[in-house]
Each structure stands twice: as structure tokens, then as C-alpha cells.
């Protein structure tokens, strides 16, 4: 990243509100330096994590009174794969930052945050160090969603792969959308299925499989001239995001803080390539109303001398520091939600004052 991060504080995706521009309000309040636009899923289906990144891919279908969407892979689509491919090919092999990602667009009627913060930050016409996008991960949609039958459409190669083509067109997307606010723009892959990586659950979904959809996303973010993180809220094999290429790491430090500990060589690797490690050390459950900032600060730097203590450079783990909350605070209530962004941005003070950035 550049310059290096020294504790910039950004935040996952989804927020508690019911009203966009109030979810705006807080987010710039509090994380001004890598604003997001926020995920309202209160705001019904549309906004939940995998029904807002699906408009526009082949043979998706809403079962609304059920709550569910499932692509239908029983009917021919092969019209509209051609149709999906032809837009694909012809947006990627355009000139850099000029392809055309319109037709994964995200439209007001799936994301109310996205249009609230763009309309926010063109009416203040500068530029911010850092505005932050996401897209939910490849993994988590396609191990979540299924056909009609009920199966996890992942286990449908063809599909699978129009899926991580389309979310990789989506984040080129907001990435184009977003540029003109931002000195830099990070999009982060939320990938919170990764933590039941290895379970039986999952057990025919081999690393190689999980690498190389994961490096599809991160090369379009690349390809945009993005920053391309991976938010896993709970435990993994943390060198699998690293072999994916990924800049950022983002973690549950409150709940895994010692985890990364356990990948040094992968940690030093990310770290000597100028990548960061995004520490969630701010709790998104309601523990947060027993929480300090000074009890947090203290928190991440026993995480960190661990980290440390595995033969990485402390100064380089301070430096390529981001703090985040451990996750998404769509599902608390509003009032643990906002103190979760206060908390965050006091910690963020606190280290950087602390530590000299």
C-alpha cells in the first residue's frame, strides 16, 4: 500500500441502520480516511450478503416469501452464458480503465449505500486517502447458493465459473465507480465460509480449487488498479489468501488474534511484498458495550508481539497495520453498531498516537 496504513481504520461491510444516509453519516464520522459504502440488510433481501451481488448473473431466481435465491440450472441457459460471456470478454479486453462492467452493475434497487456515499463524496468534490468497496467472496456465494435442487452451486463448474467472473466484474465496477474520490480504492472479498475451510463439510473443496477462484477476484481488483482485500471472520489457513495474492488480510483479532501467529512464513511474506494485515480487533457482538479502547489497544499489541515474536519486524507489523472491526454490524442494534465505529476510531488515535504515525 502507499503510503503505509500506520492503523487506518476501515470497516466491514454491513451496518444496522434502515436509512442509507444516516449509515453514510456515521461511517464518515468515524473512518474518514477509507470510508465504505454501507450493506443495509434491513432493508430486506435485496441487501442480504449474497442476494445483492447477484443481479444480473444468468438463471438466478428470488424466492422472496421464502427468503431465498437459487439459480435455476435445470432450464438451457446457454443463450444467456453467451450473452454473460460476450459482456465479459469485451469489458476485460478493453484498455485499462476503460472496460465496460455495466451489465454486473449493482443497481439502487440492490445497494441503497453504495448511491448514498457516491452522492456524499461528489457533492464534497476532493478526494479521500481511501475509499473501501466490497463484494462478497466467490467461496462463501457459491458454497451458500445452490440450484434448484439444493445443491451448492459450486459443485457446478460451469456456473462456478460464470459466478467468479461476474463478482470480479462487480468489483471492477464499484472500483471505476468510486476513483474519482479516492486516492487509492480497496475492495475487500468477504469470505467468512473460509473459516469451515477443511471441515467435513467441505471436504471435496481442495486449496488449489479455493486459491485459484480467490486469485480470479484479486487479479480483477488488480486489473483495476485496486487494492484487493480478503475478510475472514473466524479461523483459517491464512496462507491460502496469502498464495491467492492478496494485499490485505483481514482478520477476527479480538476472537483469533493469535492465529496468524501460526502462518509466520505466509505473515512475512505479505509483509515483505508491502502488503497489510487488517487487525479486527473491535468485537461486533453486543461484548462491545464492555469494551475500551485502551483495553483494545492493549489487546492488539499482545497479538502483535506474538506475531513478532515469530521472527517478523515489529516496526514493519505497526507500519502495514489497518484496524477494522471483526466484523460486519448488520445484525446488531443500531446503538452497539455506532459504538462500534466510535471505538474504532478511538483505537485507531490511540496506536497512532502511541506509535508515532
Known sequence: MNPKPGFLATA????????PVQAVDMVLANIPEAPNWPQIPRLGLNEHM???YSEGMPCVTFERAKGRIYFDTAKDYSEAFATFYEAYMAATEAKAGAGDFSSMAITPTFSKGIYALESRLKAE?????????????????????????KRAIYYNEEFRDVITKALGMKCRWQIQKFKPFGEQIICFIDEPILSAFGSSTYESVKREGVVAVL?????AVHAEGGLAGIHCCGNTDWSILVDAGVDILNFDAFGF???IAMYP???KALLARGGAIAWGVVPTSPIIREQTPEKLVAHFEKMADNLASKGIDKKMILEQAIITPSCGTGLLEVADGE???QTLRAVSQLLRAKHGF
Open 257 to 259: 488474534g493469535e492465529t
Open 265 to 267: 512464513q505466509a505473515m
Open 12 to 19: 466491514i461491510g454491513s451496518l444496522p441502520h434502515d436509512d
Open 339 to 341: 459504538k462500534v465505529f
Open 215 to 219: 486469485k480470479e477476484v484479486i487479479d
Open 125 to 149: 468534490g476532493r478526494k479521500r486517502p481511501y475509499v473501501k468497496v466490497q463484494t462478497t467472496g466467490p467461496l462463501s456465494f457459491a458454497l451458500t447458493v445452490t440450484d434448484e435442487n
Open 50 to 52: 449474497e442476494a445483492q
